[in-house]
């Protein structure tokens, strides 16, 4: 079993910053990949930013050049620094993590998500 947890999301505004954080546990042989997705009411989950566990990122355009994801490796934690907050981008970030447990099976983790809510 992998847990993922989310923590630093809040009420900011617009124009402000957070600092998302997501750590992993449990029976963790490798991640490979993490990511953060969110939701908005009445919309789909989609895909924020995510970072191989060789440091390649891959950003969502609507939040390239405001946004950073990171990781530290050593941890098992990934990080989302997002800069100039528009009220579009509230919602509800999860963090996801996947790769093999030290039994050598593939996982694909979610955490249970934090709110971040941007005001105009």
């Known amino acids: 079993q992998v847990q993922v947890v989310e923590s630093g999301g809040g009420l900011v505004q617009a124009g402000g910053s957070l600092r998302l954080s997501c750590a992993a546990s449990?029976?963790?042989?490798?991640?490979?990949?993490m990511g953060w997705y969110r939701q908005a009411p009445g919309k789909q989950r989609e895909l924020v930013a995510a970072i191989t566990s060789g440091g390649t990122t891959n950003y969502a355009d609507s939040v390239k050049g405001r946004f950073t994801i990171s990781r530290d490796n050593a941890k098992n934690t990934v990080y989302l620094q997002m800069n100039s907050l528009k009220p579009e981008d509230s919602a509800v970030y999860y963090c996801?993590?996947?790769?093999?447990?030290?039994?050598?099976?593939?996982?694909?983790?979610w955490g249970p998500g934090t709110q971040v809510t941007v005001s105009s």
């Open positions: 996801n993590a996947g790769g093999k447990t030290i039994f050598q099976l593939e996982y694909d983790s």
């Open positions: 449990g029976s963790i042989f490798s991640i490979d990949a």
